[in-house]
């Protein structure tokens, strides 16, 4: 799905159907749009992971875990080489949409990449179908590319990756976003912006008028008032992006 096809659909409920959505809705649109829902390999990841931190920790390999939710809505969080309390404020989020059939082989290949190249790194995965099934903050820039070359030279992304959603620009289907390593989100500020944006135009009953040039435009205004530091880095991330999308540019420039 295109960022215009998301933004007239949600458009079209809002006033055809009289939907009220919310910041959390929009996050949960972005985060399954493609997807079937499926959490048939929940205990296969499970047990792959539990094996995997079982021999992780028989080695000298620094890493530190959490885990939030339970059963078939847990996310798992694993960093290497990073430490709590440092102050990463160039990181860049990749996310690999890997099919779910694919989730243990893509995991088992992107720890051991990221432990061979002693990448400071976190990982987050779902256990369950997602279109961010894997997600990869990468504290160093520099790392990045030669991650996302390692993917295409050696599989072949078009049959193992779903799409992203729509406003992340990619580089061989892979997504690419700033991170500010802090606990406000790209996609939790873009859901924000999505219902800000969504009622701006409704309160002017213009919601037949939206589209991704306007909402690049409402982005950049939003921008200059904006005054939480952090959400003014999610912004100009997020603006970035979308220019990325529709010029067809690499995100990293």
Not at 44 to 57: A, G, K, S
Not at 98 to 116: C, D, H, N, P, Q
Not at 210 to 229: A, H, P, S, V
Request: glycine content about 2%; charged content about 30%; proline content about 2%.
């Amino acid at each position: 799905m295109k960022m215009n096809e998301f933004l007239k659909q949600i458009a079209s409920d809002k006033r055809k159907l009289g939907k009220e959505l919310n910041k959390d809705d929009y996050y949960l649109m972005l985060k399954y749009t493609g997807i079937n829902k499926d959490q048939s390999l929940v205990n296969d990841i499970e047990e792959f992971y539990q094996n995997f931190l079982e021999n992780l920790n028989n080695s000298l390999v620094r890493h530190v875990i959490r885990k939030t939710g339970e059963k078939e809505n847990t996310t798992h969080y694993i960093g290497f080489y990073v430490d709590k309390r440092a102050n990463y404020t160039e990181a860049y989020k990749v996310y690999f949409p890997v099919k779910y059939e694919y989730m243990i082989s893509a995991l088992k290949t992107i720890f051991s990449y990221l432990i061979r190249n002693s990448i400071e790194s976190v990982v987050k995965f779902h256990v369950k179908a997602t279109n961010e099934n894997i997600v990869i903050r990468f504290y160093h820039k520099e790392d990045v590319l030669p991650f996302i070359n390692y993917c295409n030279n050696n599989f072949i992304l078009d049959d193992l990756l779903e799409d992203t959603n729509p406003f992340i620009a990619t580089i061989y289907r892979i997504g690419v976003v700033e991170d500010d390593n802090t606990i406000n989100s790209y996609n939790g500020t873009l859901s924000m912006l999505l219902e800000e944006y969504i009622n701006f135009l409704d309160e002017r009953n213009a919601l037949d008028k939206i589209n991704e040039l306007q909402f690049l435009d409402y982005i950049i205004e939003r921008e200059k008032i904006e005054e939480n530091e952090i959400i003014k880095f999610n912004l100009h991330a997020i603006e970035k992006n979308i220019k990325a999308i529709l010029t067809r540019t690499n995100p990293l420039d």
